[in-house]
């Protein structure tokens, strides 16, 4: 479980650096790559609202910007009291560089409550995981 509290732990601390004014509602994202690095991303809103980026958008940027291939597993935790799944957008992200072990793993703050794989949260998908 060693990795699971790491993930956790970065992704509690990139949401202290999230930027959203506007919905006041801030998220951290961490990915664990198949390089075994951990890649994190924060919600990076913007006043002209479509402009803002997801927490899942920006770790997964970070990941490929790094040279990650594959996510083995996504962490999403927000300042809110209920749990955060990735939005449609971030599932066809996540999707993307995804395989069927692929874990999606949500957490509030005080630790992971829920897990899932990808094929749960985006069935049917183009792709096949
Ligand atoms: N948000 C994320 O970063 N990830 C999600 O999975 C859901 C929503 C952000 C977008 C926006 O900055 C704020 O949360 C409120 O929707």
Redesign the pocket.
């Given at each position: 479980m060693k990795n699971y509290h790491q993930l956790f732990t970065f992704a509690r601390n990139a949401l202290e650096n999230?930027y959203?004014p506007?919905?006041r509602?801030?998220?951290g994202?961490a990915v664990e790559a198949d390089d075994g690095r951990i890649y994190t991303g924060?919600?990076?809103?913007n006043v002209s609202y479509p402009c803002?980026?997801?927490?899942?958008?920006s770790a997964i940027a970070a990941m490929v910007c790094g040279g990650g291939k594959t996510i083995r597993r996504i962490l999403?935790t927000?300042d809110g009291s209920s749990l955060?799944?990735?939005?449609g957008a971030?599932l066809q992200r996540i999707g993307e560089f995804a395989d069927a072990d692929t874990e999606i793993l949500l957490a509030d703050r005080t630790g992971i409550q829920q897990t899932f794989k990808i094929a749960e949260l985006l069935p049917n998908a183009f792709k096949e995981f």
């Open positions: 999230a959203a506007y919905s509602f801030r998220v994202a924060c919600n990076v809103e803002g980026t997801c927490a899942e958008a999403i927000s955060v799944t990735p939005c971030c």
